[in-house]
């Protein structure tokens, strides 16, 4: 026992000697003593060399430049480690002065008394030492979180892109930590006219690269994303954002020796503050009425790339996932460009949609995907990671699906054995909820366009994600329908009123929806021709014939062998044709289709014919239908620009 209070006197009496020039008494945050950790007396080896390793750490010839120390003292079984970490925006002179404290708070209050392992947080430094070699070491044991309990006072739509710009910012923070020597990066973005985003993120300088990537990321995706603040700190790394500056730019917190030079500072100082708190007290309502009328980034009502400024990515870090966009990593090729698999340096995997210079999809189609996926968040929708508009090079990163799109295992009759019924099913229900979410939930209306089974991409456990938004048109609050002179989309899944003329709304996706359901059941293309009594059919022609006979049934992909409910299935015909009826008034909204796939007891409508009906050689002229004969094609390349009648 009297060899720690011989220790706490010399620690006490280098703390009271040097607390003259410290910046201020640092704030304990909170402690982690691992309960399985091992002990130690205070006659033992190991303590004598946990006091040199204290020695060490807070002795005036150790240097604090890069706020980071760590030593190793004595050999196994008694070896101790340990390091010490400041704040990366404070001074040396200040680090110096926090580690000495930090080193005699420990032992005076004995915050972990006798463990042979311990990690101390304070708000401004981390102290850690340990029997086990935690130098150049990864470590996610003793968490420390702290979140700002004021929450964000916006409304939904400007939480939401808070949300998107924090994530966006706190992750391009971490990647610019990692590449750093110091293992840091402290930023400031500006949200709007009146407020700022602050951050710190820091790893220990030890670690390498990627170890210092993958802590900071696992900090970002457990911050909070609703609060005004927050920080999550492990013992090898942290990262904190707030709504204030909390950060010193100017690295300099010394206190000055006199009290005359306390006088020249202290005094002006003071007089700003109170000259702040006078100015911000009288402009508390000019700034509410600021947060309720102007937007946290750019006008809600602009349809600008800005909206995504802050998923921007730098081309040579894209070029670098890709391995410079090789054939290996290359996932497809479709009618805007090619798609690669790419791997940025934490290991997170991204699609990467490159568009060919050649390609229909100009920058007006390209900043119309930015746009619209930027404002969307749905599970059922594939995620927009960022994008790239570097001179000719036109680039968007989605999230990594594993599984492809629907069609490589739909057409494929080695692959359709894959997608039994049930997971078939579970395919139908999230893309309508998806689909849902573009007509009715999200801040705008939109419409797809282009609903088919190659933009629907399947994640590892075979859910749906709708993805390419290059066709999408976002509508306002109270638009319903619209027209276009330039009808773009893919034949045999576009609606008879939007391939004739032009016309497009919410029904338009609801009819190909409802072809989709059909190919999904079938395993069969609509644009391909199918025979039936002598006559020609498409997909939708044939069910059609199918359910009037009687036989739906015959429809259904013959891989399920007997591994479906005769009576759901049909079920999903029936609401299959209800999407594809020609008159636009007799489709159901896509809430109503939903409610029909989970609720088995609402009882549905009779379908009428659909739309693009081939008729046979024994059908009358003058039957309700349109002819596809002229305009349809069989091609179901997705950039067809045709001239409405």
């Not at 730019?249 to 206190?255: D, P, Y």
Request: aromatic share 10%; hydrophobic share 35%; glycine share 6%.
């Amino acid at each position: 026992m009297s060899s720690h209070f011989s220790l706490i006197f010399v620690f006490l009496f280098s703390f009271v000697t040097s607390t003259r020039a410290s910046a201020e008494i640092p704030y304990f945050l909170d402690r982690h003593c691992p309960i399985t950790t091992t002990t130690y007396s205070g006659d033992s080896t190991f303590f004598t060399n946990l006091k040199t390793l204290f020695s060490s750490l807070s002795s005036r010839n150790t240097s604090y430049s890069t706020g980071f120390q760590s030593a190793t003292v004595g050999q196994a079984p008694n070896k101790v480690s340990g390091l010490f970490l400041c704040r990366g925006d404070l001074s040396p002179e200040v680090c110096h002065h926090l580690a000495v404290f930090a080193i005699n708070d420990t032992i005076f209050k004995r915050r972990c008394p006798d463990t042979s392992e311990a990690t101390f947080y304070y708000e401004e430094c981390m102290l850690r030492y340990s029997h086990k070699n935690i130098l150049s070491t990864l470590i996610y044991d003793g968490v420390y979180i702290l979140n700002n309990p004021k929450n964000i006072s916006y409304n939904q739509n400007q939480l939401h892109r808070f949300r998107v710009l924090l994530s966006s910012r706190m992750n391009q923070a971490a990647i610019e930590a990692a590449d750093s020597s110091r293992k840091l990066n402290i930023f400031e973005t500006e949200l709007n006219p009146v407020q700022t985003l602050y951050g710190i993120l820091q790893c220990t300088p030890d670690l390498t690269r990627q170890d210092c990537l993958s802590c900071l990321q696992s900090c970002n995706n457990r911050l909070p994303l609703y609060s005004s603040g927050g920080r999550y700190m492990y013992p090898s790394c942290n990262a904190r954002y707030e709504l204030y500056p909390f950060f010193n730019e100017s690295a300099i917190a010394t206190l000055p020796p006199s009290f005359v030079t306390i006088i020249a500072v202290v005094v002006p100082i003071s007089v700003l503050f109170l000259l702040f708190v006078v100015v911000f007290s009288f402009r508390p309502k000019r700034k509410r009425t600021i947060h309720e009328t102007e937007p946290l980034v750019i006008s809600t009502d602009g349809d600008d790339i800005k909206t995504a400024g802050s998923l921007q990515l730098d081309f040579r870090a894209i070029e670098a996932a890709t391995d410079k966009f090789s054939e290996s990593n290359k996932l497809g090729q479709g009618g805007f460009g090619q798609v690669y698999k790419g791997t940025f340096p934490n290991r997170v995997q991204v699609a990467v949609k490159r568009l060919s210079k050649t390609s229909g999809q100009g920058e007006r189609e390209f900043e119309n995907e930015v746009i619209v996926v930027a404002k969307l968040q749905h599970r059922n929708l594939v995620k927009l990671l960022g994008f790239c508009l570097e001179g000719e090079e036109k680039i968007l990163v989605y999230e990594f699906v594993a599984n492809k799109s629907l069609d490589y295992f739909l057409f494929d009759s080695k692959m359709q054995s894959k997608l039994d019924w049930a997971r078939r099913h579970k395919i139908i229900g999230g893309v309508a909820r998806g689909i849902l979410y573009l007509h009715q939930d999200s801040r705008l209306t939109i419409i797809h366009r282009d609903l088919k089974a190659g933009n629907i991409l399947l994640d590892v456990d075979m859910n749906p994600k709708v993805a390419d938004f290059g066709m999408a048109r976002i509508f306002g609050m109270d638009q319903t329908e619209a027209n276009t002179k330039r009808v773009v989309g893919t034949y045999g899944y576009m609606s008879p009123e939007y391939a004739m003329y032009g016309h497009f709304s919410m029904k338009s996706d609801v009819y190909s929806f409802g072809v989709l359901v059909l190919e999904i059941i079938s395993g069969m293309k609509n644009s391909s021709l199918y025979q039936m009594d002598g006559s020609i059919s498409n997909l939708v022609t044939y069910t059609w014939r199918l359910w009037s006979n009687g036989s739906p049934l015959e429809l259904v992909d013959p891989s399920f062998g007997d591994n479906y409910q005769k009576n759901v299935i049909t079920r999903c015909i029936h609401i299959a044709l209800l999407c594809v009826q020609e008159n636009v008034e007799d489709r159901p909204t896509m809430s109503a289709i939903l409610q029909m796939l989970t609720t088995s007891s609402i009882s549905l409508d009779v379908p009428k014919q659909p739309g693009f009906y081939f008729r046979g050689t024994d059908e009358q002229k003058g039957e309700v239908g349109t002819s596809m004969d002229a305009i349809c094609s069989v091609d179901d390349a997705s950039i067809t620009s045709v001239a409405p009648r």
